[in-house]
């Protein structure tokens, strides 16, 4: 299961987890506990950990090809009134390309977590690594007016 590591601050969230599909619910709660305790409304929570959510999913999907021992790490903080997560894998993914422009086919699945990220998160970047890839995505906590 997703553990935090021990060099985690209250502004900083460290943890690493297997590509076991049983792993991205309680990664997605911690990630939502922390930032519910950083002032982020149940709107925003609920978008953040979708997100992560998916991302992790298409890390074991796409960059693990399903097998469930391969590492992930992820690292999230919150600097001033915005929330920054990185998602770490070895893998053999390709970075996305652009959103698809056509609707999505309800009876073909998938393809619905690239949109989720680009629609709920403020940035989203994709940073090849050698092998790997590193996703970071980040979201403004909005303060009522």
Not at 102 to 128: E, S, Y
Request: aromatic share 4%; net charge negative.
């Amino acid at each position: 299961m997703g553990r935090q590591t021990s060099n985690d601050s209250p502004g900083a969230l460290n943890l690493r987890a297997k590509s076991n599909t049983a792993e991205i619910a309680p990664i997605r709660r911690q990630i939502e506990a922390f930032v519910q305790g950083h002032g982020f409304d149940d709107r925003a929570t609920g978008e953040i950990g979708l997100c992560v959510n998916e991302a992790i999913a298409n890390i074991i999907r796409h960059a693990y090809r399903g097998k469930a021992d391969q590492p992930i790490e992820v690292t999230a903080s919150v600097v001033d009134d915005e929330f920054e997560v990185s998602l770490r894998d070895w893998g053999e993914g390709i970075q996305p390309g652009p959103l698809p422009e056509h609707k999505n086919d309800p009876m073909n699945p998938g393809g619905l977590g690239l949109i989720c990220l680009g629609r709920m998160m403020d940035r989203v970047a994709f940073t090849p690594q050698n092998p790997g890839m590193l996703l970071e995505m980040s979201k403004k906590r909005f303060r009522p007016g």
